[in-house]
């Protein structure tokens, strides 16, 4: 004869008459400031991020030594200093997602974080928010060089470089992020993503420009299909209404579509 023993049913804190308890979810600004920590807590980040500084340091000093007094302007140091960060700035923003990847991180990331949605929009903040940053120190130390190329020159000091022209590059140095983040998020491997955007950004333009020049067919046609072609005319003030339209145009075909495409392949392939 068997007796059978009565398991009693667990009392959950709702039956107690107490309310449940809920979990609120991690609030987005320190999803923000993890992502941002991130940026800085190896070595390899934290020296490519102290780029950012040294080299717009050394771009200044090299004006300041070797232009002629005629070039001594505003201008001048912006275009040297936007030169090197053009390079550096997309790199970090396919850095701060391909990292998860490569560091083996993005198992614990998203677990804490289920829904990946959140962690790739706070990469993106935090890589809009340094690029915008790094253009407005960029700007700091181009004027302090512009101050001191005039003391040393004798001359006075020439502000060339107008509201409108600075928001354009930081709008050309924002896209370049972007595209670095897309490719970080399409390609999530950091080899991979960094010479995909060197195939990108040196690659691509040389072999269009080159169709360009030996095919007429493809002259007029340049503009509308080759987004670096787009971008780099922000860096001019002739900046047209069908300027922009070609760069919305190359923008949506180089960078929204694959953006979204990788995004859909980041909230459903599988994390090891």
Known sequence: ??????????????????PARTIAPIPMSRLVKVELRKMFDTRAGFWLMASVGILAVLATAAVILWAPDSSIDQETFSSAIGFPLSVILPIIGLLSVTSEYSQ?????TYTLVPWRGRVIASKLIVTLAIGVASMFLALAVGAVGNLLGSAITGLDPVWNVTLVEFGQIVLANVLGMLIGFTLGVLLRSSAAAVVGYFVYSLVLPAALSALAAFQEWFRDLQPWVDVN??????????????????????????????LALGLRAVLRAEVK
């Open 1 to 18: 004869m068997t007796t059978a023993t009565a398991v009693p049913a667990p009392t959950t804190e709702v039956s107690a008459g107490r």
């Open 104 to 108: 083996r991180t993005g198992l614990t």
């Open 229 to 258: 072609f787009a971008v780099t005319r922000l860096f001019d003030s002739s900046m047209t209404a069908e300027h922009w339209q070609q760069l919305m145009v190359t923008t949506l075909v180089w960078l929204w579509i694959p």
